[in-house]
T-cell receptor, first 117, second 112 residues
C-alpha cells in the first residue's frame, strides 16, 4: 500500500460544485502539504500544516480551504470550483524530526487530477 | 512568485551522455533539494544539499550549490533511457524551513 494516498485520483466536475480531495498517510509524519501542478508552472503550495492544530496558507490559497482531521489526514476543499482550478493536485508529507534537518524531504502521493468544466 | 527558476526548460540527450540542469533562487536558504517526476506521477526525492555544503554525490547524481550566486546544478552522469523524467529543484528558506518552494522544472528526455 502507498504511504501517502490521495482520493480521488481523477475527478471531473462542473463549475460551482464543491469538491473535496482527501489525503491520508501511514508514515507517521507530522507535516502535510497540498500543492497544485500546472504545465510550465511547476508546483505551487496551496496550504500546509505542521501539526493538527496548525494550518498555514501557501502561495495560492484563494479559492481553497483545508482541514487537518487527524495527524494522518489532510483534506483540500474547493467550495465552488472554477475552470482555472483544473490542475493536478499533490499531497505531501514530511517529518519535522527527520535527521534534525529543517525543511527535510517531502514524500508525495500519486496526485489527484481535477478537471472543472 | 517561484523561488526556483530552472534552466533549461527542456533537455534532450543520447543515452550515455551527461545531463546538467541548473536552478537559481532568490532568497537565503537552509537547504536545496532535487526531485524527479515521471510523467503524471508523484515527485520522488533525489538529494538534499544544505546551505553550508558545496557539493554532494548520490550514485550517478552530483549536486553543487553556490550560495553566493544563489544557484545549484544537478548533473546526471552516464544517462539512461530510464532517467527520462522531469526534474525539480526546491528550496527551504532560512526564515521558514518547513515550507518547500519548487521551481518550474526541467524536462529531460534520454534517447536510447
Amino acid at each position: 500500500d502507498a504511504d501517502v494516498t490521495q482520493t480521488p485520483r481523477n475527478r471531473i466536475t462542473k463549475t460551482g460544485k464543491r469538491i473535496m480531495l482527501e489525503c491520508s498517510q501511514t508514515k507517521g509524519h507530522d507535516r502535510m502539504y497540498w500543492y497544485r501542478q500546472d504545465p510550465g508552472l511547476g508546483l505551487r503550495l496551496i496550504y500546509y500544516s505542521f501539526d493538527v492544530k496548525d494550518i498555514n496558507k501557501g502561495e495560492i490559497s484563494d479559492g481553497y480551504s483545508v482541514s487537518r482531521q487527524a495527524q494522518a489526514k489532510f483534506s483540500l476543499s474547493l467550495e465552488s470550483a472554477i475552470p482555472n482550478q483544473t490542475a493536478l493536485y499533490f499531497c505531501a508529507t514530511s517529518d519535522s524530526q527527520q535527521g534534525r534537518i529543517p525543511g527535510g524531504e517531502l514524500f508525495f502521493g500519486e496526485g489527484s487530477r481535477l478537471t472543472v468544466l | 512568485s517561484q523561488q526556483g527558476e530552472e534552466d533549461p526548460q527542456a533537455l534532450s540527450i543520447q543515452e550515455g551522455e551527461n545531463a546538467t540542469m541548473n536552478c537559481s533562487y532568490k532568497t537565503s536558504i537552509n537547504n536545496l533539494q532535487w526531485y524527479r517526476q515521471n510523467s503524471g506521477r508523484g515527485l520522488v526525492h533525489l538529494i538534499l544539499i544544505r546551505s553550508n555544503e558545496r557539493e554532494k554525490h548520490s550514485g550517478r547524481l552530483r549536486v553543487t550549490l553556490d550560495t553566493s550566486k544563489k544557484s545549484s546544478s544537478l548533473l546526471i552522469t552516464a544517462s539512461r533511457a530510464a532517467d527520462t523524467a522531469s526534474y525539480f529543484c526546491a528550496t527551504a528558506r532560512s526564515s521558514n524551513t518547513g515550507k518547500l518552494i519548487f521551481g518550474q522544472g526541467t524536462t529531460l528526455q534520454v534517447k536510447p
